[in-house]
């Protein structure tokens, strides 16, 4: 976000963190949970926290890659969004170089008995700084980036949450042409809750001997949510036949995994 305002002198500056960037509370059914964000001023000058409560959701783009973004809150089914409540924190003003805290609250309603929900909550930090009555016959505007940076919040049911799923594609690429591998897998989240697909292959020779492994990108998906997510490798490959094991982990604390073999072969020059 981008904002136009009187600023201190040019050697200021803004810069500020927060930590951490995702809770995961789980609860008994109509039990209130509760988090606390630390947000800490690395700039030259005071900021004033300001936040905003969204919904978290899924949407597919014109490739059929699942993505998160946001919307108003009540917007999801699963959305948490309009359960949260901020109890401490907002409008602090933090000095140069030190650090704030903002505790929230969940208070999910009592017909809410199974299952995940999830929202963001966003933290600006803008400056606490106005105009400057010395300068008054020299004001000095200037173009600020004020920092927007958003906190996963992810309430669940304790005891009651499903994390399963379906493959529903997986396509594959070989190294061929001077084009690298490339892996696309299509996922439904048919469970009651986020699902965090985490992927990884391993590739063996044709005499069995590791060739290569790594982590295929990560989905993270809401009930009935499908799509699918890309990625391109870039083990280098000696030309022969291979084989290639994926492992796709329904998390994030699922015992629930999903393995698929291919075969493939790099040809000579590929």
Not at 84 to 110: K, L
Request: charged fraction near 20%; hydrophobic fraction near 35%; glycine fraction near 12%.
């Amino acid at each position: 976000m981008l904002a136009v305002g009187v600023m201190p002198p040019a050697e200021a500056g803004m810069g500020v963190s927060v930590y951490p960037s995702r809770f995961r509370l789980q609860k008994g059914a109509g039990e209130t949970a509760s988090g606390k964000v630390r947000i800490d001023n690395e700039g030259t000058y005071p900021v004033q926290i300001v936040v905003e409560v969204t919904d978290m959701i899924s949407r597919v783009n014109e490739e059929g890659i699942l993505l998160r973004d946001e919307a108003p809150p009540g917007t999801s089914p699963y959305s948490c969004a309009r359960w949260i409540r901020v109890v401490s924190g907002e409008g602090a003003v933090i000095p140069a170089g030190q650090s704030s805290e903002v505790e929230f609250v969940v208070s999910p309603p009592p017909s809410v008995t199974s299952g995940g929900y999830s929202a963001y909550l966003f933290l600006r930090g803008q400056p606490a700084e106005g105009f400057d009555e010395r300068d008054a016959d020299r004001p000095q505007v200037r173009l600020v980036t004020i920092p927007r940076m958003g906190v996963s919040v992810i309430y669940e049911v304790e005891g009651t949450v499903e994390r399963t799923g379906e493959l529903t594609s997986l396509e594959f690429q070989p190294p061929a042409d001077g084009k690298p591998m490339r892996v696309l897998y299509g996922f439904r989240n048919t469970g009651n809750a986020e699902v965090v697909v985490a992927a990884s292959y391993h590739i063996l020779d044709g005499q069995g001997r590791m060739a290569g492994n790594g982590a295929l990108r990560t989905m993270k998906s809401f009930p009935g949510d499908a799509g699918k997510a890309e990625t391109t490798l870039t083990d280098a490959l000696a030309p022969g036949k291979y084989t290639m094991l994926i492992t796709f982990e329904l998390g994030p604390d699922s015992t629930e995994a999903i393995v698929r073999e291919l075969e493939f072969e790099v040809p000579a020059g590929g």
